[in-house]
């Protein structure tokens, strides 16, 4: 399949990963160039320099014999003194004021060389590299003093070479690597981008394979699949309360439309047509008391409540909500009794954790009468440690099984014997909302008999006094 | 009063619904002209929406707040839950109710708003029939004998003495004699009522607390 290859290529080049290697890599060649070029350049002229002295003394030596022994003996020194051209060797060029060679080792004078000039490199024998000082005499006779360069410049070249092999290596290395790095990540990047699109797709219990490596991509790996649980479990919970909102609203909505035909179709007249909109108005509210709690709910879960927070004490108000239902309790042959506490200020919505004792109350006088008996206890107290403020309520009923606890903090779960009681069954799914927007958790325990439910709140939420 | 409502429909049944109960009420459909009217005239009340075009209810009595007009207001609002009703009551608000309501509840809020408006509360002695309660005193009598109340009960008692001869609802009982302002689930208020009714129409022909039906109560000589 190559052109599945080259576009797997294509992908693998278009990659973050593979894009930050490229540039790493011409970044880290670009300043080796400019280094070894600068060190290159440096030796270079160091060497030439060397060359230039040992160059200038010899002229400065052969000017000294021309003084002493006129231009005859020159031409002998010179003569003497050039061999064959030779590398590293010494170049020597002697002419007349006529411009005719006299002696030397060179055959012409180099173009590039002036006659009074520094001096400077030239090429000699087509190819050679030297470099040389002129030197005008006062016969009128022109002396060049130079050296072969071939050694140098061969010297040169090799570094030069060297260095851009190892360049060319260096690059390679880095991109081959960039490549490999690249594709290890696209792989693990695929997986989960492939598991996002199967979720998107609507396989939702997809979760993204680990590598088992511990690395950041599991960790990643692992916090992805964690949200994506959530959100399963919210689109779970979703629809179980569509379900429920279903049945739970429709049911009370059908009555409701039942009863208003009735009222509509009873012979008796104006006085039936009363009875029956009074009976429709009391369904109505019922509704609506469902759907305020619902949508309370969904606020608190939303975390939509802010700015609320007020610092009271929290041992009045379960006093307080203690003593508002104590003569319903009564009624129902409950004994409702207060555990005695200090005050406990906290900062918190006060109408919401009332509205949560009052439903656990509630629930506790509902529901919460011991089987085959007519008198029932209900303690309500608050337990205050240095880790948590614990709100306990607990009757002597039947208690809910461990296997149902965690099912009925859920919207519209009711066990099937309190079906046949009133109430919305958002009681605690409520108690449970108030209990996460203060950080706190809602517990259902074993009251031995009975059900014990406790309102735990962080104890951060505790204040020393009011007003603070 | 005035109703600032932008729901014609509903405007027009409030109205209507006001005037059987014998109360005139003008309407606006805007925040706009809500606050024009609102400034210019004498209303006992205003039925405020929270949610109105071109200026909402919150900043309509908030800048009538600012302006010096100290006319009670009450909050309707689709709006319930319990930060709003704070936001409502900070910007000036006196009452909050939240729709969809009970019109009987609504009428209850208002005539307690009017009759808010006068003196009640330098009142020392409430008097209804020949039940007394003494505010000085912190005692009440019926025909001369006393009665003896709890703290909550009395509490009860003296807020319905303040609105004699109006009703008074459930949850106006909850908000006001127990700063509750959430749903108890249960007839918790009933209970209340009728221990308290216990204590003072127990054994005496004439009974003065009496139920409303639909609506709740009311503390009266005679009947309802």
Redesign the interface.
Known sequence: MPEARSGGLARLLGTTAFRITALVVAAFVLTAAIVVGALFWQTNSLLTAQVLRSVSIERQSLIDVAQAGGTLALVETVAGRSGAPNAGGALLLLLDAAGTKLSGNLLVWPSEIGIRGQGGTFTYAATRPAVGIPALLPDGSLLLVARDLTDQSALIDRIRRLFLVGFGLLSLTGLVGGLIASRLMLTRITQITDTGATIMAGDLSRRIPLSGSDDEFDHLAVNLNAMLERIEQLVAAMREVSDNIAHDLKTPLSRLRSRAEAARRDPAGAAAHADGLARVIDDADAIIQTFNALLLIARLEAGAVDNSAEIFDLNQLLGDVADLYEPVADEAGQHLTLMPSGPVFISANKQLIGQAIANLIDNAIKYGMPPASREGEITVGLNVSTSAIRIVVGDRGLGIPVADRTRVARRFVRLDRSRTKPGTGLGLSLVAAVARLHAGTMQLEDNAPGLRVVLVLPSSLKRTREGE | MLIIEDDVEAALFLQKALKESGHSADVAHDGDDGLVIARDCCHDVLIVDRMLPKQDGLSLVKTLRAEGVRTPVLFLSAL????DR?KGLKAGGDDYL?K?Y?FTELLARIESLVRRTEPVETQTRYQVGDLILDRLAHRVTRAGGAVVLQP?EYRLLEYMMRNAGQVVTRTMLLENV?D?????????ID??VS?LRGKIDKGFDRPLLHTV??AGYMLRDGAV
């Not at chain 2, 319930?80 to 930060?83: P, S, T, W």
């Not at chain 2, 509750?180 to 918790?188: A, E, G, I, W």
């Open positions: 319930g839950a319990v930060d704070v939240t969809p009970a909550r127990w509750y302002h959430f749903d108890p689930q249960t007839n918790v209970v209340h221990r039906r639909g």
